[in-house]
């Protein structure tokens, strides 16, 4: 097994860097809908949106998925973890999404840093969401959990920035000072996601649910969420 001294921080700046080909730049996750609607109409808002959604949606139940996925004492136990990981979605678009990214995310992971006896392989778990994909990884690479969930959160935060940057809502000057706000969250959210049970999950970001609902029918888009 790797020692996680040695090279865990290494390979998780990998799989989390824009370098890694999951394709997450290409989902806004119904921000596009909340900018186009004028739900969000500056980086205040942005950034309420995104404190929010680790706070207490998507986000959120996505690092518990994780720490869930990577605990897993057995192999009923991670099947069930992955199951709920695959069916935790609120719209379509975001469960293509989780599918396709956690897809993605395999596939580089078996071609470049897994071994013959990977759960991840395709023999094992026809498809997977992200989340999922990114936990069983993580263990099997001996990865600290706390700092795997720590970096999924970063990275998630700094692709929906992007997507605010790209959509003309801030720029990046602003970005920068999200990110170096929602630190703290990103760390208390980690925390907790560490011990989670399956009964932590849960989200009460409705509006940003009906936004990513809403998005399948929106006449322009950038992105595909």
């Keep these: 097994m790797t020692n996680p001294a040695a ?5 998780l700046l990998v799989w989390f860097s824009p370098a890694f080909p999951t394709g997450a730049f290409g989902y806004s996750q119904g921000l596009e809908t909340a900018v186009a609607d004028g739900r969000i109409a500056d980086a205040s808002g942005l950034e309420s949106w995104l404190r929010a959604q680790i706070a207490m949606g998507s986000l959120r139940n996505e690092l518990i998925l994780v720490s869930l ?96 940057i790209r959509l003309s809502l801030i720029g990046q000057r602003d970005g920068q000072r999200i990110i170096a706000r929602l630190q703290p969250d990103a760390r208390n959210a980690a925390v907790l996601a560490l011990q989670a049970t399956e009964d932590d999950l849960g989200s009460a970001t409705i509006a940003a649910d009906i936004s990513a609902m809403r998005h399948e029918t929106q006449t322009v888009r950038l992105f595909r969420s």
């Design 69 to 164: 996925v990577y605990r897993a004492e057995d192999e009923q136990t991670e099947s069930n973890c992955i199951d709920v990981a695959n069916a935790l979605h609120a719209s379509a678009e975001r469960l293509d999404e989780a599918l396709t990214v956690g897809d993605a995310f395999r596939h580089a992971y078996l071609d470049g840093w897994a071994d013959e006896r990977s759960r991840l392989a395709a023999s094992v778990y026809p498809r997977i969401a992200y989340p999922a994909a990114v936990g069983l990884a993580a263990r099997e690479r001996g990865l600290p959990l706390h700092a795997t969930l720590e970096a999924y959160a970063v990275a998630a935060q700094t692709n929906l920035i992007s997507a605010g």
């Design 7 to 11: 090279s865990g921080l290494s390979e």
